[in-house]
């Protein structure tokens, strides 16, 4: 049997999800839970096979959750099952270890032959997307989506720079470079751009 933990923070997509995949004979849903800690407390007791999460969870993130297991538990592949068909969110999640990636408007049946794939080591992407994931390559670097994340929620440079203790000429520099690479009037529009490609 495959074991499967779902992570899907949407209570009636997570049902669905649940029964959907209880008629395949040959995978087992250990869990389905609606949160990021949730799941963290689940991966180490349960050690499925594969982590189906989708990539929002409230305020938490299914790449960052990827990210996670790829560090802490390796031997658990993830697939990620969302509506963000951006290339940005794929190249993010192929960068986090992520084996599988559909979107929820896909045929039902491809979801059990999917996490079959990744189960036997394999990758599972719709060709189509991931063709668009390397067309168009991420230009901002780590802290630069960082800041300019923080800024798009609204921080300014001085909170930014508290936060994550840098000084608030670096922030500007950082957001500087975010803003020209973008082509774009400001930073809330360098994060407004940047979050329709899927960068932040």
């Known amino acids: 049997m495959i074991r499967v933990l779902l992570v899907e923070d949407q209570a009636m997509v997570r049902g669905a999800l649940a029964a959907l995949l209880a008629l395949e004979t040959d995978i087992e849903i250990v869990a389905a839970v609606a949160s990021v800690p949730e799941a963290e ?20 993130s299914g790449l960052d959750l990827a990210m996670q297991v790829r560090e802490r538990w390796p031997s658990i592949r993830v697939v990620i099952l969302t509506t963000f068909g951006r290339s940005g969110f794929l190249r993010r999640a192929l960068d986090a270890g992520v084996r599988g990636y559909l ?13 079959r794939t990744v189960y036997r080591g394999g990758r599972a992407i719709d060709p189509t ?6 067309d168009e390559p991420d230009p901002l670097t780590t802290r630069e989506r960082l800041v300019l994340r923080l800024a798009g929620d609204g921080q300014g440079s ?8 840098l000084s608030e000429g670096t922030v500007r520099n950082y957001l500087s470079e975010a803003i020209s690479k973008l082509g774009a009037r400001n930073r809330t529009d360098a994060a407004r751009l940047a979050r329709d490609k899927g960068w932040l």
């Open 129 to 134: 997307l991931a063709a668009a994931a390397w």
């Open 158 to 165: 001085a909170e930014i720079a508290r936060r994550l203790a």
């Open 103 to 115: 979107l929820k408007d896909a045929p039902a049946e491809q979801l059990g032959t999917a996490i």
């Open 41 to 60: 407390r689940l991966l180490a007791t349960q050690q499925p096979d594969i982590l189906l999460t989708d990539i929002e969870l409230g305020p938490d």
